[in-house]
């Protein structure tokens, strides 16, 4: 079974920082591109950050120069590094996977999701 496992949500103080973690398991043969989107209540889900195999990084312009995303090919798993949060960074953090390429074929992943809380 395909699936991706989100890790390292919490609880953090404004100006803290925490560090995400999103394995994609099972047998898979490579993943075009990863992201995270997070989901504040009473809001839609967004994307916050996304990373293609090569490497290159998309961000939103509320988060740029404050989160990392990075990726390790190797192990299909993606980051997100998150510095000097705020209170407007809670919400529930989702890992994305497109282009997903199985036995099977491509399919898109979701992580069942993770909750960071930003306390001012």
């Known amino acids: 079974q395909v699936q991706l496992v989100e890790s390292g949500g919490g609880l953090v103080q404004a100006g803290g920082s925490l560090r995400l973690s999103c394995a994609a398991s099972?047998?898979?043969?490579?993943?075009?591109?990863m992201g995270w989107y997070r989901q504040a209540p009473g809001k839609q889900r967004e994307l916050v950050a996304d990373?293609?195999?090569?490497?290159?990084?998309n961000y939103a312009d509320s988060v740029k120069g404050r989160f990392t995303i990075s990726r390790d090919n190797a192990k299909n798993t993606e980051y997100l590094q998150m510095n000097s949060l705020k209170p407007e960074d809670t919400a529930v953090y989702y890992c994305?996977?497109?282009?997903?390429?199985?036995?099977?074929?491509?399919?898109?992943?979701w992580g069942q999701g993770t909750l960071v809380t930003v306390s001012s």
């Open positions: 994305k996977a497109e282009r997903v390429l199985t036995r099977k074929g491509y399919f898109e992943l």
């Open positions: 099972g047998d898979i043969f490579g993943i075009n591109v």
């Open positions: 990373i293609t195999s090569a490497g290159a990084t």
